[in-house]
């Protein structure tokens, strides 16, 4: 009776620790691949970053974040 009950124990444990793999596992595959649901907030900083013009500075050849304005004197 005891070995049986022990097979019993074994399988519900193998039965938890398999379940909570796939579960860690498919929260990775998720982040890895960008699927966590938030597309629209994805979507927006994307469209933002591609409507804002990158100006290269001549003394540096660094991106900057800024457009520079030709003050009038």
Do not use: C, H, P
Not at 16 to 31: D, G, Q, T
Not at 56 to 73: L, N
């Amino acid at each position: 009776m005891n070995f049986i009950a022990s097979l019993i124990i074994i399988y519900f444990v193998f039965r938890l620790v398999s379940w909570i793999f796939i579960r860690i596992l498919a929260y990775k595959v998720k982040k890895a691949t960008g699927m966590n649901g938030n597309r629209d907030e994805e979507s927006d900083d994307m469209s933002q970053q591609k409507s804002r013009k990158k100006i290269i500075r001549k003394d540096a050849g660094d991106y900057v974040d800024f457009e520079e304005i030709d003050k009038k004197k």
